[in-house]
C-alpha cells in the first residue's frame, strides 16, 4: 500500500468550508487506497489575539511559553480537520507533536531542530484505517518542553514523517500548482516546471522562493524522499523534485528567481595587511548579521575594499556592529548603497556550461541594468542590480534562457 | 519548606489585568517561602469561536477531538499567567496535563477521572525555584488521548497534585471568601464558617452549592489533604475544610441549602405485588434519568405509590422513558408537580440530635410552608417544597438553627 504525506497549506484551512474542502480531498487520496496523513500548518482561522496579550502581560515574554501558547493552534486546526473528514464517514485521527513523538533539539533562541519521529503511532493508526492529521511545526526537547520549529518547520515535519514512515513521497499543497521557472505574477512567460533537482530546488529556495523550505528539501534529499508540488484546491499535476531529472537535460537554465531590499555594505582598509575577511566576517556573524555574497577587491593602486551585501532587516545591527568594533576591525570606511535587488538563475546543467554566466552578463549590459555585485555557484549566478530594474532583468534572462512554454 | 496548591478561580484569568494581579499574590505566597503550584482553569479570555467552528464542521463532532480542541484553552491561560510572573523577576513554569504525566481513564462518554499524577516534575521544578503553574481539568488515557476530566475536573487536579507532590494544603479561590451557612446574596444573615467537615461539605457540594466540587472535596477526605476556601481577589482568611472540627462542636447546623427546579413524579399501581421499586430505578439508570429523592407509601387501604425527584433537564427524558416502558413496569398511572425546591439543612452534629429533622418540619409548618418530600441521612435533611417558598424557607431554617454571627 502506498503511503503518502500531504503538507497543507494555510488556505486549506482558512474557512470551515475550504476545511471542508480539503477533507474531501484526503478523503480522495484515501479512497485510491493510499494511507494518507496530512501536516497542518497554523492558521489565520484560528489566530486570536494571543500574541496581543502576551505582550501586554510583558514586553519580553519568554520564549517557552509563547511556544506553549501557539503550538495550539495547529493542534486545533488538525481536530478541526478529522472533525471534518469524521463528518464524512472516514476514519480519521489528530496527533500533536508530542503524541507523535517528534522529539526536537533544545531550543536555546532560534528554531529547534528534529532529532526524530516515531513512524510506529502513524503506522498503527493506518491499521485501522485511519487518516491522520498531524499539527505540524512542533515537537518536544529532553525535557518534554514544547518547541517550534519556526521558519520551514511545518515542510520539514511532513518530510520527516515520510522518513519515519518510509512513505513513498510527500506532496506540498500550495497556491501556485507547481514550481516555475519564474514567479507568474510577474514574468509574464513563466511556465510550470514538470520535474525540479532537489539541488536547483534548493538555490530557488534559498533565492527566495517561498514554495518549499530548503529545511525541508535538504532532508528529502538526503532521505532521497520524492516531493511533489501541487494546487492546494485543484487537483492537477505539479512538479516533481526528485535526485536526478530524465527530462529537459538539454535546458541550462531552470528557473529565474529574485530577492528585493537587498543592501550593499562596503568596508575599506588603510593596507592590505590590516584587512581581515575572518575578522569581518566572525564579528558580523557573533551578532547575528546574516551577510549574503562577499566580493573583495584586492587592486594594487587603490586601497582594498571588501563588500558585501545583507537583508534590509539587519541593517541597523550591522552599522552598530562595525562601529562598535571599529578599532578591532582596523578598517578606515563603511559605508552602505540602499534600494538593490538580487536577480539569479538557478540550473544544474550550468556546471558543464562555462559560458553561461557570461551570457546573463551580456544580456543584463544590453538592456543597461548595471550589475553591482556577482556571485556564482555551481549551479547558480546571482546578481545585485538597482530595485527598479530587478522585474525588468528577470524578465529578459527568463527570454534570454529560453525558459518558454514550447521547450518542455 | 511548605507546599501549596492553589486552583485559581475563572475570575483570576479574566483580563491582563487580572492576570497580573493574580501573578502578584502567586509570588507573595512565593516571598513567604512557599512551593506554590497554582492550577488553571478554561476562561472566558481565550475562548474563541472554535465550538461553533466545530460544529459547523458536523453536527456530531468526536470527543476526542474537541477534548484535544479545548484542553488549549487551559494551556494558553497558564502559559500567560506564568508570563506575569516572569515579568515581575520571579521563575515559572507552564505545564499541560500530559507534561506533568496526569494519567486518566478512558473516556467513553461522559468524563475521565485521575489514575495518576507524576509529582516529581514538580519537586524538580521547586528546586529549581520556580512557582510552577498548570492546566487544570486534563489529562492522558493509556494511549496517549488528551481527555478532558470534565466538571469539577479543575478542583480535582488541584487535590491530586497536592497528594502527588505531599502538599501541605489545597486553597479553592472563589467569588465568595469562603464557605457560608447559606447563600448570602439571599440569605440576609448568612455568615462565614471558620472550619467545616469534609462530610459536611460534600453534603453541600452535592446540594447545589459550587464551591468546591464533590469529586474533589471527596478526595481530599480519602487523602486527608486540608482545604482552604479564600477569596480569588482578596487577602481574608477564608474556611478551613478537614477531617474534624475543633470548634462550633456545639452547633448543630453548619449550613443551609436549596436549589431550584425540582420536579416530582409520582407513579400509582394496582396493587403492591406489581410495584417494584428496583424495576423503575434501573430502567430510569439505564436511560439516564438521575433520581434525587425516593418516597414510597404503601398503606394498605389505598394504592401503593411511589414518589421520586428528578432535575428540570431530565423531564422530557423522564416522562418519555415511562411511557415506553409502562407495559413491563406494570404502574397505573404516572403524574409529575412543577415548581418545586429542595432545601437542606446540613451537619454533623445532626447525628447526635435525632431531634433535628422534627424542629425543622415545625419551623417549616409554624411558617406556612408545605412539605411534599423529605429526605434524610445522617448529616443532613432535605425537604421539597413549593419554589415560591424556598428563600422564605431557608431563611427560617437559618434562623431556626441558630446561624448567627455571634455564635462563630
Given at each position: 500500500?502506498?503511503?503518502?504525506?500531504v503538507?497543507?497549506?494555510?488556505?486549506?484551512?482558512?474557512t470551515?468550508?475550504?476545511?471542508?474542502?480539503?477533507?474531501?480531498r484526503?478523503?480522495?487520496?484515501?479512497?485510491?487506497?493510499?494511507?494518507?496523513?496530512?501536516?497542518?500548518?497554523?492558521?489565520?482561522?484560528?489566530?486570536?489575539?494571543?500574541?496581543?496579550?502576551?505582550?501586554?502581560?510583558?514586553?519580553?515574554?519568554?520564549?517557552?511559553?509563547?511556544?506553549?501558547?501557539?503550538?495550539?493552534?495547529?493542534?486545533?486546526?488538525?481536530?478541526?480537520?478529522v472533525?471534518?473528514?469524521?463528518?464524512?464517514?472516514?476514519?480519521?485521527?489528530?496527533l500533536?507533536?508530542?503524541?507523535?513523538?517528534?522529539?526536537?533539539?533544545r531550543?536555546?533562541?532560534?528554531?529547534?531542530r528534529?532529532e526524530?519521529?516515531?513512524?510506529?503511532?502513524?503506522?498503527?493508526?493506518?491499521?485501522?484505517?485511519?487518516?491522520?492529521?498531524?499539527?505540524?511545526?512542533?515537537?518536544?526537547?529532553?525535557?518534554?518542553?514544547?518547541?517550534?520549529?519556526?521558519?520551514?518547520?511545518?515542510d520539514?515535519?511532513?518530510v520527516?514523517?515520510?522518513?519515519?514512515?518510509?512513505?513513498?513521497?510527500?506532496?506540498?499543497?500550495?497556491e501556485?500548482?507547481?514550481?516555475?521557472?519564474?514567479n507568474?505574477?510577474?514574468?509574464?512567460?513563466a511556465?510550470?516546471?514538470?520535474?525540479?533537482?532537489y539541488?536547483?530546488?534548493l538555490?530557488?529556495?534559498?533565492?527566495?522562493?517561498?514554495?518549499?523550505?530548503?529545511?525541508?528539501?535538504?532532508?528529502?534529499?538526503?532521505?532521497?524522499?520524492?516531493?511533489?508540488?501541487?494546487?492546494?484546491?485543484?487537483?492537477?499535476?505539479?512538479?516533481?523534485?526528485?535526485?536526478?531529472?530524465?527530462m529537459?537535460?538539454?535546458?541550462?537554465?531552470?528557473?529565474?528567481?529574485y530577492?528585493?531590499?537587498?543592501?550593499?555594505?562596503?568596508v575599506?582598509?588603510?593596507?592590505?595587511?590590516?584587512?581581515?575577511l575572518?575578522?569581518?566576517?566572525?564579528t558580523?556573524?557573533?551578532?547575528?548579521?546574516?551577510?549574503?555574497?562577499?566580493?573583495?577587491?584586492?587592486?594594487?593602486?587603490?586601497?582594498?575594499?571588501?563588500?558585501?551585501?545583507?537583508?534590509?532587516?539587519d541593517?541597523?545591527?550591522?552599522?552598530?556592529?562595525?562601529?562598535?568594533h571599529k578599532?578591532?576591525?582596523?578598517?578606515?570606511f563603511?559605508?552602505?548603497?540602499?534600494?538593490?535587488?538580487k536577480?539569479?538563475?538557478?540550473?544544474?546543467?550550468m556546471?558543464?556550461?562555462?559560458?553561461?554566466?557570461?551570457?546573463?552578463?551580456?544580456?543584463?549590459?544590453?538592456?543597461?541594468?548595471?550589475v553591482?555585485?556577482?556571485?556564482?555557484?555551481?549551479?547558480?549566478?546571482?546578481?545585485?542590480?538597482?530595485?527598479?530594474?530587478?522585474?525588468?532583468?528577470?524578465?529578459?534572462?527568463h527570454?534570454?534562457?529560453?525558459?518558454?512554454?514550447?521547450?518542455?
Amino acid at each position: 500500500m502506498i503511503n503518502v504525506v500531504v503538507k497543507l497549506s494555510e488556505k486549506n484551512l482558512s474557512t470551515p468550508e475550504q476545511i471542508g474542502e480539503t477533507a474531501k480531498r484526503l478523503i480522495e487520496e484515501k479512497k485510491f487506497g493510499r494511507n494518507v496523513v496530512a501536516v497542518v500548518p497554523s492558521t489565520e482561522l484560528i489566530n486570536g489575539s494571543l500574541n496581543k496579550i502576551a505582550y501586554t502581560l510583558s514586553d519580553r515574554p519568554t520564549e517557552r511559553e509563547l511556544d506553549a501558547i501557539h503550538s495550539t493552534n495547529a493542534q486545533i486546526a488538525s481536530s478541526l480537520l478529522v472533525i471534518a473528514i469524521q463528518k464524512r464517514g472516514f476514519k480519521a485521527l489528530s496527533l500533536t507533536g508530542w503524541q507523535l513523538g517528534i522529539k526536537s533539539t533544545r531550543k536555546t533562541g532560534g528554531n529547534a531542530r528534529i532529532e526524530d519521529v516515531n513512524g510506529d503511532v502513524i503506522i498503527e493508526r493506518f491499521k485501522k484505517g485511519e487518516i491522520v492529521v498531524v499539527a505540524g511545526g512542533q515537537g518536544i526537547d529532553e525535557e518534554n518542553n514544547i518547541t517550534l520549529l519556526g521558519e520551514g518547520g511545518v515542510d520539514t515535519t511532513a518530510v520527516a514523517i515520510a522518513k519515519s514512515i518510509g512513505a513513498d513521497r510527500v506532496e506540498i499543497y500550495t497556491e501556485l500548482d507547481g514550481v516555475y521557472t519564474g514567479n507568474p505574477t510577474e514574468i509574464k512567460r513563466a511556465r510550470k516546471l514538470k520535474e525540479i533537482t532537489y539541488d536547483e530546488m534548493l538555490e530557488l529556495s534559498y533565492l527566495g522562493s517561498n514554495i518549499v523550505h530548503p529545511r525541508a528539501v535538504e532532508l528529502a534529499k538526503k532521505f532521497e524522499i520524492p516531493i511533489i508540488v501541487r494546487s492546494s484546491t485543484r487537483n492537477v499535476r505539479g512538479t516533481f523534485i526528485k535526485g536526478e531529472i530524465e527530462m529537459e537535460k538539454n535546458l541550462i537554465v531552470r528557473g529565474v528567481a529574485y530577492e528585493t531590499d537587498i543592501i550593499r555594505f562596503t568596508v575599506g582598509y588603510e593596507s592590505l595587511e590590516k584587512s581581515s575577511l575572518a575578522n569581518l566576517f566572525n564579528t558580523l556573524a557573533k551578532h547575528h548579521v546574516n551577510v549574503d555574497i562577499i566580493v573583495q577587491s584586492v587592486m594594487s593602486e587603490v586601497k582594498p575594499t571588501i563588500s558585501f551585501s545583507i537583508a534590509k532587516e539587519d541593517l541597523a545591527n550591522a552599522v552598530k556592529v562595525l562601529e562598535d568594533h571599529k578599532k578591532e576591525l582596523g578598517f578606515q570606511f563603511a559605508d552602505f548603497e540602499v534600494g538593490l535587488a538580487k536577480v539569479s538563475i538557478v540550473g544544474s546543467g550550468m556546471v558543464s556550461n562555462p559560458g553561461v554566466a557570461a551570457r546573463m552578463f551580456a544580456r543584463l549590459y544590453q538592456e543597461n541594468i548595471p550589475v553591482k555585485m556577482v556571485s556564482t555557484s555551481e549551479i547558480k549566478v546571482s546578481v545585485v542590480v538597482p530595485q527598479d530594474d530587478m522585474i525588468h532583468a528577470a524578465n529578459a534572462l527568463h527570454d534570454e534562457f529560453g525558459l518558454l512554454e514550447e521547450l518542455i
